[in-house]
């Protein structure tokens, strides 16, 4: 099948959603069968306004230097297409001769892959659809993790990591927000701070476990009394008994994203409500509520090689499959053995639109910690040479005064 590829990048950004991209670019370039490839800028608005880029005139160097830089260099879009958007989109796909269509994103992304698939299917025009998945929050189906949360888990760990040591030296409580609408991935990737007993995180709160402020207060009180401090991780999503985002309760006019998603992050009300309970409960001064935000999406410098690795590699694969299958689909990664990654291409009606959550294998029934499984699924998506802590290993002196 002959013809023009084209990439587009939806949803969040990534540390290495551009590692991706330029797998596609460089492993289409290998391919006869491709005859050019394009960028669409800002997704699928982008492409309806045939805001398009030629990708093939883009320097081996420039590439090398875009792949090590986060964030979408081709930008984003939050737009969920519908049929009707989609059929727009397929116009200007037929109008540029583009056979090849590489969407990375997340769920909702990858729903949209679905829909133009259909659609070509259903008019006999020959088409390859690929769904390249990326996503901090690690919520899709099939995969074993997404490209993305590694780079964030490797942000969150070490942030509460530091977190950690500023409260040793001048005990408080901390509440971090961390991004996860859904799922709990990232807010339990704290857990990974943890370096020697008694370290903070002393408790992680995670959407999939019912919240109530009288538990959390009296988990927050017991570890500042066995600690002398208290560092806690928490979710942006966490719910009621009802399965209400607690943030609701905050909010008078809730604003919400072009998929209906009520928009978690951008406010630091939850945080601010959390710390104000804790200061009420515990009548101590230093309480402090941080709301992870955007931080932990494109921070420069903390990438997790593996993640890195990973995401050029799905990028790559994407492409074998497109060129060599007879099918549409989604690249998903599966870890065989101690750590390693098989990529395949998985039907897009498995995982299209849906949200995976974290196991139970992960939860504790406690509903304030993780499991050593987790631990050990977490631990090599991190990559190597985590920064390590250490403390004073110096005896005490003897009072002379009593």
């Known amino acids: ?26 492993e289409a370039r290998r391919w006869p069968q491709i005859t050019g490839i394009y960028g669409a800028l800002h997704g699928v ?40 958007y989609c059929r727009k989109i397929y116009r200007v796909l ?44 690690n919520d899709l ?3 074993d993790h997404t490209p993305g949360f590694g780079s964030a888990a490797r942000f969150v760990a070490q942030a509460f990591a530091g977190m950690n040591l500023d409260m040793q030296a001048m005990p408080g409580v901390y509440i971090g927000v961390v991004m996860g609408r859904h799922a709990g991935f990232l807010t339990a990737a704290a857990a990974a701070a943890q370096r020697c007993a008694g370290d903070g995180p002393h408790l992680i709160c995670l959407p999939e476990h019912v919240f109530t402020m009288e538990e959390f207060l009296d988990q927050v009180e017991a570890a500042y009394k066995e600690h002398g401090y208290c560092v806690a991780a928490v979710s942006e999503g966490i719910r009621d008994e009802a399965g209400q985002p607690i943030l609701l309760q905050l909010m008078q006019d809730a604003e919400r994203d072009a998929h209906g998603n009520v928009t978690l992050s951008g406010t630091g009300a939850l945080g ?22 955007y931080l932990q999406r494109s ?14 590699e799905a990028g790559e694969k994407a492409v074998q499959f497109a060129v060599h299958s007879d099918a549409d689909g989604s690249i998903t990664l599966h870890r065989i053995g101690n750590y390693r990654i098989e990529y395949r291409l998985t039907p897009l009606d498995e995982l299209a639109g849906k949200t ?22 977490l631990e090599p998506l991190l990559g190597t040479n985590v920064p390590e802590v250490a403390a004073l290993q110096a005896p005490r002196v003897a009072k002379k005064l009593g």
Do not use: W
């Not at 540390?15 to 670019?25: D, E, K, R």
């Not at 829909?115 to 929050?137: C, M, N, W």
């Not at 959550?357 to 499991?371: A, C, I, K």
């Open 1 to 26: 099948m002959m013809g023009r590829a084209l990439v587009a990048q939806g949803g969040g950004p990534t540390a290495v959603i551009n590692q991706t991209l330029v797998g596609i670019i460089e």
């Open 45 to 84: 608005e982008g492409l309806i306004r045939e805001e398009l880029v030629d990708l093939s005139q883009v320097s081996s160097h420039n590439l090398a230097e875009v792949a090590a830089t986060p964030s979408s260099a081709l930008f984003s879009t939050r737009a969920k297409p519908d049929e009707e």
């Open 94 to 137: 037929k109008a540029h001769d583009i056979r090849y269509f590489f969407y990375i994103g997340g769920n909702d992304s990858s729903d949209t892959v679905r829909i133009l698939s259909r659609q070509a299917q259903a008019d006999g025009y020959e088409f390859r659809a690929i769904h390249v998945p990326k996503t901090i929050d």
């Open 141 to 143: 189906l099939v995969t």
């Open 272 to 293: 601010d409500l959390l710390a104000k309970a804790v200061k009420k409960r515990l009548a101590i001064s230093r309480v402090r509520g941080d709301t992870f935000g």
């Open 299 to 312: 921070f420069l410098g903390c990438v997790s090689d593996t993640d890195a690795q990973e995401a050029r």
């Open 356 to 377: 995976k959550y974290m196991p139970e294998e992960f939860l504790l029934r406690d509903r304030f910690h993780v499991t050593e499984a987790f631990r050990r699924y």
